[in-house]
């Protein structure tokens, strides 16, 4: 790391050793949450903090394997761009490194669990780029967050990620979709690469409340980005589907403990599908 960078730690009220192993290092700063502010309040935290005038957002779980002046490059010119993410073999993450931006179709399919038991369903070739060759490089709609570079600028005129995503979930697809709308490009650059473990934050969330942040951040992003009837749509296939994915549940962990969790997902969908407007989906920190 070059002298003149101060790289800087936001703790997010861990219970490890982050912030004892932050201090053993020389010219550290250290942004201490009292509480967990959630993944969109820190970046934003981070970013606040420092100077640059390029932005690679890279998650703790992927490894730089090329330089990214090429990142640089495109981010001068359209204002955001990523790399390639890679797994422990090379191979290209097809489905996961870029994306389209989500469409009702496609989060009822994710939510239903189309998409996985028939991954080569037209709505999911199209969402997850499976019709494009990942050595080709040029304009995408959403690349992972996990791996994306973007200007100052473009991230102040946007004021950032969108805290009400908390804590995690969505708050990348729904910067990239404002990007987009506001005139930017968002480039692929395929030869500048990462390699990705997959899932090395997310992991540590408990099981119940991953599925009731996803769905949450989901219905969120649909009250933000949809017509009305898609965003209706995709409330009553968040309740509908909230059924068979307990049943499932109960069947994996031999056990009624996601009850409660899905419970709660049907509630707030509910409420969400019912309530005039959407204000119930766009209820929460900072929306």
Same mark, same amino acid.
């Given at each position: 790391?070059?002298?003149?960078?101060?790289?800087? @730690?936001?703790?997010?009220?861990?219970?490890?050793?982050? @912030?004892?192993?932050?201090?053993?290092? &020389?010219? @550290?700063?250290?942004?201490?949450?009292?509480?967990?502010?959630?993944? $969109?309040?820190?970046?934003?935290?981070?970013?606040?903090?420092?100077?640059?005038?390029?932005?690679?957002?890279?998650?703790? +779980?992927?490894?730089?394997?090329?330089?990214?002046?090429?990142?640089?490059?495109?981010?001068?010119?359209?204002?955001?761009?990523?790399?390639?993410?890679?797994?422990?073999?090379?191979?290209?993450?097809?489905?996961?490194?870029?994306?389209?931006?989500?469409? /009702?179709?496609?989060?009822?399919?994710?939510?239903?669990?189309?998409?996985?038991?028939?991954?080569?369903?037209?709505?999911?070739?199209?969402?997850? *780029?499976? +019709?494009?060759?990942?050595?080709?490089?040029?304009?995408?709609?959403?690349?992972?967050?996990?791996?994306?570079? %973007?200007?100052?600028? @473009?991230?102040?005129?946007?004021?950032?990620?969108?805290?009400?995503?908390? /804590? !995690?979930?969505?708050?990348? !697809?729904?910067?990239?979709?404002?990007?987009? +709308?506001?005139? *930017?490009?968002?480039?692929?650059? /395929?030869?500048?690469?990462? &390699?990705?473990?997959g899932g090395h934050s997310v992991s540590k969330i408990p099981e119940g409340c991953r599925a009731l942040?996803?769905? =949450?951040?989901? %219905?969120?992003?649909?009250?933000?980005?949809?017509?009305?009837?898609?965003?209706?749509?995709?409330?009553?296939? =968040?309740?509908?589907?909230?059924?068979?994915?307990?049943? $499932?549940?109960?069947?994996? +962990?031999?056990?009624?403990?996601?009850? $409660? %969790? *899905?419970?709660?997902?049907?509630?707030? &969908?509910?409420?969400?599908?019912?309530?005039? #407007?959407?204000?119930? &989906?766009? #209820? #929460?920190?900072?929306?």
């Amino acid at each position: 790391m070059a002298p003149n960078v101060t790289p800087i @730690v936001v703790d997010n009220a861990s219970s490890d050793r982050t @912030v004892e192993l932050a201090r053993e290092r &020389a010219h @550290v700063h250290i942004i201490l949450n009292r509480e967990n502010r959630g993944f $969109a309040a820190a970046v934003n935290q981070g970013i606040s903090a420092c100077e640059a005038d390029f932005l690679l957002l890279l998650n703790p +779980d992927a490894n730089l394997l090329t330089a990214v002046d090429a990142l640089v490059d495109a981010s001068q010119q359209y204002g955001l761009a990523a790399g390639k993410l890679v797994g422990i073999d090379r191979k290209a993450e097809s489905g996961f490194t870029i994306r389209r931006l989500p469409t /009702p179709a496609s989060l009822i399919f994710e939510l239903f669990g189309i998409n996985r038991l028939w991954p080569s369903n037209p709505v999911n070739r199209r969402y997850r *780029y499976l +019709d494009r060759d990942l050595d080709e490089k040029g304009p995408v709609e959403q690349p992972a967050g996990a791996f994306l570079m %973007t200007r100052r600028k @473009v991230w102040k005129t946007l004021d950032g990620f969108d805290e009400s995503f908390h /804590p !995690v979930w969505f708050e990348d !697809v729904d910067y990239c979709k404002r990007a987009l +709308d506001s005139g *930017y490009r968002i480039e692929y650059v /395929p030869s500048v690469q990462a &390699a990705h473990q997959g899932g090395h934050s997310v992991s540590k969330i408990p099981e119940g409340c991953r599925a009731l942040y996803w769905c =949450v951040s989901l %219905t969120r992003y649909a009250a933000k980005h949809f017509h009305s009837a898609g965003y209706r749509a995709v409330c009553l296939a =968040v309740v509908l589907s909230s059924f068979p994915r307990m049943v $499932a549940r109960m069947i994996q +962990d031999r056990s009624l403990q996601s009850v $409660a %969790t *899905y419970r709660k997902i049907v509630r707030f &969908a509910g409420l969400c599908l019912v309530s005039p #407007g959407r204000s119930a &989906a766009r #209820g #929460g920190r900072n929306s």
